[in-house]
């Protein structure tokens, strides 16, 4: 079953300098996808690339320039009142940095209290043990309550951000990079306690990472994202087994892996560096840093075409589509 599904978002901002606005960073440039019920859906992409961007706006902190986002059918910028009050309640986050995501002066029991009752999801004879609950779900002791956030480690504080997008109940949490500012050993228990929370609450994730490991460790499906396009998309397994995409295999033979005799292939080095997002290239994007490019990549911009035989492993490279994959 289909849960949210973008079409064709673009999303600019003013870049610094410009003049009455005339110079736009682009962040997200005409980006569609659809994400199921109960599925993780990973996120990979440079800094810069439009990741978080795009995830704010599948959960409406941040309205696209053009472009629907729908949740459930429901067009999120059609909805009023009691109606987007609902939706909203379904859709949490989990930020990047834990520490600025928590309100310094509020107590923990504060924090996952005032959501609870403001959206009737608790009372006043019944909050404290609903929030009790909350903090033991995410491995915390009931005590937590009554410190305050500088008073905990930042794998602690993530588990509360991650308590708190737990407290309505939501349907969809988008994870925006939640464990990159974290140590590898609380990196992998975060990563543990997302995966069981998942299955216990039937819950739909976006988990947007740079780490290839831990993309593949919990999504379903990964996205590739480039310069604020979506290059690449296919399941966990075959991405990684059946890549077609330049920009993705580079990015896979980038990862570091525990094997002092393994050598960097030379096709997969990228030359340059990232252009500008607010001047980006003609045609395909990465045809600057690209080993395939021709003179049409130049002019055509590329669009995702399912692989020969698998509807679902989506590619923007007519080269490599046509070549067979890399």
């Not at 659809?34 to 704010?56: A, D, I, Q």
């Not at 831990?214 to 690449?232: C, N, P, Q, W």
């Not at 990862?255 to 002092?260: G, I």
Request: proline share 7%.
């Amino acid at each position: 079953m289909t849960l949210l599904r973008a079409e064709n978002l673009y999303r600019t901002f003013p870049a610094a300098g410009g003049f009455a606005g005339r110079r736009r960073v682009r962040a997200v440039t005409d980006i569609s996808l659809t994400m199921y019920e109960n599925e993780t859906l990973g996120l990979v992409g440079e800094s810069g690339s439009g990741k978080s961007t795009l995830g704010r706006m599948l959960v409406g902190l941040d309205k696209p320039d053009s472009g629907a986002v729908y949740y459930r059918g429901q067009d999120l910028s059609q909805l009023k009142g009691q109606d987007k009050k609902r939706v909203r309640t379904e859709m949490q986050i989990v930020f990047q940095d834990p520490w600025a995501s928590l309100n310094p002066r509020k107590r923990i029991y504060d924090i996952l209290s005032a959501p609870l009752l403001y959206h009737n999801y608790a009372t006043k004879a019944d909050v404290g043990a609903k929030v009790t609950a909350l903090l033991e779900k995410v491995g915390l002791s009931r005590e937590s309550g009554e410190r305050y956030p500088h008073e905990f480690s930042g794998g602690q504080r993530q588990r509360i951000g991650i308590a708190r997008a737990l407290s309505l109940n939501p349907a969809l949490i988008v994870c925006d990079e939640p464990v990159s500012a974290l140590d590898v050993s609380i990196q992998a228990q975060i990563l543990n306690l997302l995966h069981e929370l998942q299955d216990e609450y039937n819950l739909t994730l976006l988990f947007i990472s740079h780490g290839l490991a831990s993309i593949k460790y919990l999504s379903d499906r990964i996205a590739v994202m480039y310069l604020g396009r979506i290059v690449e998309i296919a399941g966990a397994e075959k991405l990684f087994s059946s890549t077609y995409h330049p920009y993705t295999r580079a990015l896979i033979m980038s990862s570091p892996v525990p094997d002092p005799y393994r050598r960097q292939e030379p096709a997969a080095l990228l030359s340059g560096e990232i252009p500008s997002n607010i001047d980006p290239p003609s045609g395909c994007h990465f045809h600057p840093r690209c080993p395939l490019a021709e003179d049409s990549c130049r002019q055509e911009i590329p669009q995702l075409m399912p692989v020969p035989g698998d509807h679902t492993h989506l590619v923007a490279c007519p080269i490599a589509l046509a070549g067979g994959g890399l």
